[in-house]
């Protein structure tokens, strides 16, 4: 029952609420808003079938991932990145990303991060 309450992301477990089919109703419903009922294609076309839609989306993202309309020109790299303006560091900047992460740092970022969830 932990691994349901925790994917419920309810915070009032965090806090202490034991209600087990409280849980069991959250994710199912959290669940729910992840799903795709309906997708437009490019084309216009509207598809709700499970299986057409999961193979758009397997299309989608393998045309996107594929490297035909890429090219490894460097010249082009060089192009795009003349036109953009980067800000220099400081030195005082410069010096505060040397050196070795502190307890302290990590302690920080820790509790600054939501309980239950993963990095990234």
């Not at 499970?50 to 989608?60: M, R, S, Y």
């Amino acid at each position: 029952m932990t691994g349901v309450m925790i994917r419920s992301r309810a915070k009032w477990y965090e806090e202490g609420e034991k209600s087990s089919n409280y849980f069991a109703n959250l994710e199912k419903r959290n669940f729910t808003n992840k799903s795709i009922l309906e997708l437009e294609k490019n084309d216009g076309e509207t598809i709700k079938d499970q299986a057409k839609i999961l193979n758009e989306v397997k299309n989608f993202y393998q045309n996107l991932n594929e490297t035909k309309n890429m090219t490894n020109d460097n010249t082009n790299l060089s192009e795009l990145l003349n036109h953009c303006s980067f800000r220099k560091l400081t030195d005082l900047e410069k010096e505060g990303l040397e050196g070795q992460i502190t307890q302290d740092e990590i302690l920080t970022a820790l509790k600054q991060t939501k309980n239950n969830t993963s990095p990234g």
